[in-house]
C-alpha cells in the first residue's frame, strides 16, 4: 500500500532522495520555481504527473494544506537501528539522537523531524507502541526533513537506551523538575536526547536509566513547554556547544 506525500517541499525532497515517487498529482494552472522542478524531476525520472482540479486534489487530500501537491510514493521505510547508531558514529565526532518516549501528536513529530534535521541531529527514536508512527501529516510538517534524517522504530526505549550506552553514548533527559538547568550541564560528545510525552514527560523506567536530567529554565507562569518547542531549544543547546567546541577547542 503506498504512502501520501503533500505539499510542494515533502514532495521536492522526496523526489531528490532515494524514496521511489509512484506518481504525482498537481492541481490544475500550479505555477511557480518548486512547481516547475517538481515537473522537471518528474520528466527526467519517467514519474508521471497527473493534472485535476483542485476540489478534486482536496478530496484526495488529507489536509488541506497540500498546496496543489499530492504523491503516491513508496510507504517510509524505518531506519535500522544498529545500523543508524554506527553510521551516526562514523560520520560525526559528536553524533546526537533523540529518542522519544511516547508522543502521540503527528504535528510535535513532524516538528521535531524538522528541528532535528536543522541541529544537525543523526536520528530519530519512536516507539513502535503507543506512540505516533510517519503519517502522512507528520511528514507534511517536517517539511522534507524526513528524506534527510532517519526515523527509527523500537519497542522498547529503555532498552534502546542500554545499547546507547554500550556504544559510549551519554543519555540527557529534559525533566522539568531537574535541579539542573539546561546550559550549565556539559553536552558535548556522544548524546542521547530524550524527550518524553506531551501529558506524562518522560516515563520512570527510563528517566532512571538517563544518565543526566536537565530543565529549560523558564520565566512565565504557565509552567510547560510544548513538546516540540522543548525539543528545539535543548537541540540548539547541544548545537551551540557542540559548535563552541569547533570554535574554541575546548
Not at 503506498?2 to 492541481?27: C, H, Y
Not at 486534489?57 to 521505510?77: D, F, I, S, T, W
Not at 528524506?147 to 554500550?166: D, G, R, S
Amino acid at each position: 500500500m503506498a504512502d501520501q506525500l503533500e505539499g510542494r517541499n515533502p514532495v521536492l525532497e522526496a523526489m531528490k532522495s532515494n524514496r521511489i515517487i509512484l506518481e504525482i498529482w498537481l492541481a490544475g494552472g500550479m505555477k511557480g520555481k518548486a512547481i516547475n522542478e517538481i515537473i522537471t524531476l518528474a520528466r527526467k525520472n519517467n514519474i508521471p504527473v497527473k493534472e485535476t482540479d483542485k476540489d478534486t486534489l482536496n478530496r484526495m487530500a488529507q489536509n488541506r494544506n497540500h498546496q496543489g501537491v499530492v504523491a503516491k510514493v513508496e510507504p517510509y521505510r524505518y531506519g535500522d537501528f544498529a545500523e543508524v547508531i554506527d553510521n551516526a558514529i562514523i560520520e560525526k565526532k559528536n553524533p546526537l539522537v533523540i529518542l522519544l518516549d511516547g508522543i502521540e501528536d503527528p504535528h510535535n513529530l513532524g516538528s521535531i523531524i524538522r528541528s532535528a534535521e536543522v541541529f544537525g541531529a543523526s536520528a530519530v527514536v519512536i516507539q513502535k507502541n503507543r506512540a505516533v508512527g510517519v503519517t502522512p501529516a507528520v511528514a507534511r510538517i517536517a517539511s522534507g526533513a524526513l528524506e534527510h534524517v532517519p526515523v527509527v522504530q523500537v519497542v522498547n526505549i529503555t532498552e534502546t537506551i542500554k545499547a546507547m550506552k554500550n556504544k559510549n553514548f551519554w543519555i540527557v533527559g529534559g525533566e522539568g523538575d531537574s535541579q539542573q538547568v539546561l546550559h550549565r550541564q556539559d553536552l558535548k560528545g556522544p548524546i542521547g536526547l530524550v524527550v518524553g510525552s506531551e501529558g506524562k514527560g518522560i516515563s520512570r523506567l527510563v528517566k532512571e536509566n538517563c544518565d543526566y536530567l536537565v530543565r529549560i529554565p523558564m520565566a512565565g507562569k504557565t509552567g510547560s513547554l510544548n513538546a516540540a518547542v522543548a525539543t528545539g531549544i535543548l537541540l540548539y543547546e547541544v548545537f551551540l556547544q557542540n559548535d563552541r567546541e569547533k570554535e574554541t577547542g575546548r
